[in-house]
């Protein structure tokens, strides 16, 4: 039993520890384009594996006897497919298993040709900036909020770094205020962290005080789309002030040029709906529509349903048994990234989730 909880829950260094190199992995991105998930490198809790001569790039954390890659490889095209079968024979080499997380459909028939199998994990919301407007009915309810927010003296500004110890300060206790009692999660879900933070520009909505209220930093991928990436609100802030700190990015956003932006995933969100589904599918479907008291799958899509209709699939890409993986996944995930111990008690964890 020991021996089965360490091989399924063990957080362990893996043989090989490239150093993190912020300048070097930053202009990698600028000059071959990252995804929805890159910006997450620069939290520097991941490990960079270099393909294919330093040409591809795999970004991934190892927990047990798997390799859990942050989305898809990313680096010269036409050796993304050498890139991953170096990355599955280094894994098999030590002994470890490589799963692709959160993965596009751009490269699934990379991932079959290497016998792997696939599980949607839900869908990333994208707004279309080029079709964006709060004119005419579908806006109406979203433009009498931003207009509420204005006659009441609210104001919006975006914000470039270096920033001053005393806005990092103050983004702080927003956060703290946003978290509560709860604990920052990692991997896949940003945290806050103020180096990490100061990466970026910051989307910041004050109140009538001039006070920050909300704040968002806003991620690229280094081509033509943002990510609203760490979103977070004082606990006394207004109702309605999350959809007018995000309307008043996308008219920025706009006006800068870009021509998207990611809102996030949607975690479980239109998974499992057809009869023919995998069975893991279905089950993950019940979660969507009935485990609202643990996590609000349903409200979180209704949220981002409200800026866009227009969602990209995202897949868990996985060998043998997906529910081991899931179950490591979420361990990973809820792993707080301050405190980094090197196993977790699997029924503690439960315990602690459902008492």
Same mark, same amino acid.
């Given at each position: 039993m020991i021996y089965l909880k360490k091989w399924i829950t063990d957080f362990r260094s893996p043989s090989y520890e490239p150093e993190f190199d912020v300048e070097q992995v930053s202009a990698f991105l600028k000059e071959h384009g990252g995804h929805h998930l890159s910006h997450l490198m620069l939290l520097k809790d991941k490990e960079i594996y270099w393909a294919q001569q330093g040409n591809v790039l795999?970004?991934?954390?190892?927990?047990?006897?798997?390799?859990?890659? /942050?989305? @898809?490889?990313?680096?010269?095209?036409? /050796?993304?497919?050498e890139a991953m079968k170096e990355f599955c024979e280094y894994g098999e080499n030590n002994g470890l298993t490589p799963v692709f997380y959160q993965v596009s459909p751009r490269y699934m028939a990379y991932y079959h040709e290497l016998g792997y199998r696939f599980l949607k994990l839900g869908e990333e919301s994208v707004m279309d900036l080029d079709g964006f407007s709060l004119a005419g009915k579908k806006g109406a309810k979203l433009r009498t909020r931003c207009n509420k927010f204005a006659r009441n003296s609210f104001s919006f500004s975006v914000v470039h770094p270096p920033y001053t110890n005393e806005l990092l300060s103050t983004l702080s206790k927003v956060s703290d205020s946003w978290l509560g009692d709860q604990k920052e999660k990692g991997f896949s879900v940003v945290s806050f962290n103020e180096e990490y933070v100061s990466s970026f520009p910051i989307a910041l909505l004050y109140d009538p005080k001039g006070e920050v209220v909300a704040f968002a930093t806003l991620a690229t991928d280094y081509k033509?789309?943002?990510?609203? @990436?760490?979103?977070?609100?004082?606990? @006394?802030?207004?109702?309605?002030?999350? @959809?007018? /700190?995000?309307?008043?990015?996308?008219?920025? /956003?706009?006006?800068?040029?870009?021509?998207?932006?990611?809102l996030g995933m949607a975690p479980l969100s239109n998974v499992g709906n057809h009869k023919d589904a995998f069975m893991s599918e279905k089950l993950m479907r019940l979660a969507f529509n009935h485990a609202n008291s643990f996590y609000n799958f349903k409200g979180l899509r209704d949220f981002k349903s409200k800026f866009t209709d227009k969602w990209e699939p995202k897949y868990l890409v996985y060998k043998n048994t997906c529910f081991i993986t899931l179950f490591q996944l979420m361990l990973l995930i809820n792993r707080s990234p301050v405190s980094q111990p090197k196993s977790v008690n699997p029924i503690r964890f439960f315990l602690k989730k459902t008492g």
């Open positions: 795999i970004a991934y954390k190892q927990i047990a006897n798997k390799l859990v890659v /942050l989305g @898809d490889p990313i680096g010269v095209e036409s /050796l993304v497919f033509s789309s943002v990510c609203i @990436d760490l979103m977070r609100k004082r606990c @006394d802030s207004p109702h309605g002030t999350m @959809d007018v /700190l995000f309307i008043h990015i996308f008219k920025w /956003l706009k006006e800068n040029d870009y021509r998207s932006c990611s």
